[in-house]
């Protein structure tokens, strides 16, 4: 399975917590020969078989519908995109109508990943983020009066912290039990994270929850989800039945993926190639028919193992305990076996027949488990 990768790299404006590559406010000009720049670079993988294809960003839905069916057009010419695939498109509210949502369905996107982030309007002002809670509700609408039932919808908790703790773990009950009543078929709670140099202003009010805060918001997310019918398959991801996102799981199940676009990044067989990151010299190579390529690295075995256990571990489905076994360096076996016993009577760790799945609180603190257990792997 293969799955394509299309970065926009354009939005509106920059919020406050993005850390994201991207740019506000671009003019047409720019935004035409990037369009063309990456027409160009899809032209280079002409006949590959793709199973799903994402467009993310920044904010690809601020394109025109010119613009998206420009693009989608090569995309279309350039690769071979199976029957029925999976094809995903990232979206703001305030930029969706009905106009585009239609272009986008002809284009053949059968699913919508809306950054809603909250419904609290105040929350949403005081990160610097354009959206207000009537354009959310808008968006669903329109998707669901033009029939695209597979939509997401993206929260994060921790923009709701303020000088009031309660009142933001208030805030934040309040965006989950409304991103539920919506009915979508898949709702993502990402948890808020503040990169530093980033070289935003934040509001005096924008502070972060406490561990303790963010620990239980979690929890309480995974069981109030459950109970309207969403079932957690990944740390961050909730889906109805049926309705897992099939591209991100392709990635964590160590797939193989084409990333096109600036600073899109590919892995197949082996071998992983980042494009580059600089705007202009993406558009001045790929308008030259060359691959964009700043940086190549060819993954080794103690790579790939680790990735493989990274990623596995960030499903509920997590990973075959005799996988995990053979991974291990025979002299750390013993303390491999005595550790998943300690994640175990933790309650963090718990083996599913002949796998080992992280608990709720388990996934709460996988970067810190994850790095713990690597350690008893052989490279």
């Known amino acids: 399975m293969i799955s394509l990768y299309i970065h926009i790299?354009?939005?509106?404006?920059?919020?406050?917590?993005?850390?994201?590559?991207?740019?506000?406010?671009?003019?047409?000009?720019?935004?035409?020969?990037?369009l063309h720049a990456l027409n160009c670079e899809m032209a280079l993988y002409r006949g590959e078989r793709i199973n799903t294809v994402y467009i993310g960003g920044g904010t690809p839905s601020i394109l025109t519908t010119r613009q998206f069916g420009f693009i989608t057009e090569k995309l279309y010419s350039s690769f071979n995109i199976i029957q029925d695939a999976e094809f995903t498109l990232e979206a703001n509210p305030e930029s969706v109508d009905r106009q585009k949502v239609r272009a986008w369905k002809s284009s053949g996107i059968n699913r919508v990943s809306l950054g809603v982030q909250s419904f609290e309007d105040s929350v949403l002002e005081q990160w610097a983020r354009k959206t207000r809670r009537a354009d959310s509700i808008r968006a669903v609408e329109i998707l669901s009066e033009e029939n695209i039932n597979n939509f997401n919808i993206d929260l994060i908790l921790g923009l709701q912290a303020g000088r009031d703790v309660a009142a933001g773990v208030?805030?934040?009950?309040?965006?989950?039990?409304?991103?539920?009543?919506?009915?979508?078929?898949?709702?993502?709670?990402?948890?808020?994270?503040?990169?530093?140099?980033?070289?935003?202003?934040?509001?005096?009010?924008?502070?972060?929850?406490?561990?303790s805060t963010y620990e239980k918001l979690y929890y309480r997310t995974v069981r109030f989800l459950s109970s309207f019918g969403y079932s957690q398959y990944e740390v961050s991801n909730f889906a109805k039945k049926g309705f897992r996102s099939k591209h991100n799981i392709n990635y964590w199940r160590s797939g193989q993926y084409i990333g096109v676009g600036l600073g899109a990044v590919t892995t197949r067989n082996g071998i992983r190639e980042k494009n580059t990151q600089d705007l202009g010299k993406y558009i001045e190579v790929a308008e030259k028919g060359l691959k964009p390529i700043a940086e190549t690295e060819?993954?080794?075995?103690?790579?790939?193992?680790?990735?493989?256990?990274?990623?596995?571990?960030?499903?509920?489905?997590?990973?075959?305990?005799?996988?995990?076994?053979?991974?291990?360096?025979?002299k750390y076996k013993v303390h491999l076996d005595r550790y998943i016993n300690e994640l175990q009577n933790l309650g963090y760790a718990e083996k599913k027949t002949d796998r080992l799945c992280l608990t709720s609180a388990g996934f709460f603190r996988s970067n810190y488990i994850i790095a713990r257990l690597l350690r008893f792997i052989s490279c």
């Open 170 to 211: 208030g805030l934040f009950k309040k965006d989950l039990a409304e991103a539920a009543a919506l009915k979508p078929a898949h709702i993502s709670v990402y948890m808020l994270s503040i990169h530093e140099g980033g070289g935003f202003a934040l509001s005096s009010e924008a502070l972060l929850f406490d561990d």
């Open 9 to 34: 790299p354009f939005c509106t404006s920059k919020c406050a917590y993005c850390d994201f590559l991207s740019f506000a406010s671009p003019d047409d000009d720019e935004v035409f020969r990037y």
């Open 298 to 330: 060819v993954l080794g075995k103690r790579e790939l193992l680790y990735e493989r256990i990274i990623l596995a571990l960030r499903m509920t489905g997590g990973i075959k305990l005799s996988e995990l076994e053979c991974m291990a360096n025979v």
